[in-house]
């Protein structure tokens, strides 16, 4: 069986410094919902389109130094995700944080999980 080679690289860019990232699960969420309506057969009539949102959730390690980023006030980020030979890039713009937690271990890098919306979604 032949080696498979798979997506390549994460890379955050805040303020024009690049932060190393361990995982990146991003979302999408298309913004229909359901219309529910009054009728007999008990069943929704149909949806409605809303608006579409990007939601990123990320962990990134903590240097030994400190000097790192302000998690919490993190605005105008881009979030890219590159798979490598001739694959196509997915970017996210715009991205600012809305939630900011810590994890430490017995052993291991202590690591801060951070959750990210992203204005816009482009594939390069």
């Not at 990232?21 to 309506?37: I, L």
């Not at 990007?54 to 105008?76: C, H, K, L, M, Q």
């Amino acid at each position: 069986m032949a080696l498979k080679e798979y997506v390549g690289s994460i890379s955050l860019e805040v303020d024009g410094a690049e932060v190393e990232v361990v995982s990146c699960s991003p979302k999408e969420s298309t913004g229909r919902k359901p219309v529910k309506t009054m009728n007999r057969l008990r069943t929704i009539a149909g949806f409605s389109r809303g608006i579409k949102t990007f939601d990123i959730r990320i962990t990134a390690v903590v240097p030994i130094d400190g000097a790192g980023v302000n998690w919490s006030n993190i605005e105008g980020a881009k979030l890219t995700i590159d798979p490598g030979n001739d694959g196509q890039r997915v970017s996210y713009l715009d991205c600012f944080a809305t939630d900011v937690g810590e994890e430490y271990q017995a052993e291991g890098e202590a690591r801060r999980d951070v959750s990210l919306i992203a204005v816009k979604k482009v594939i390069e």
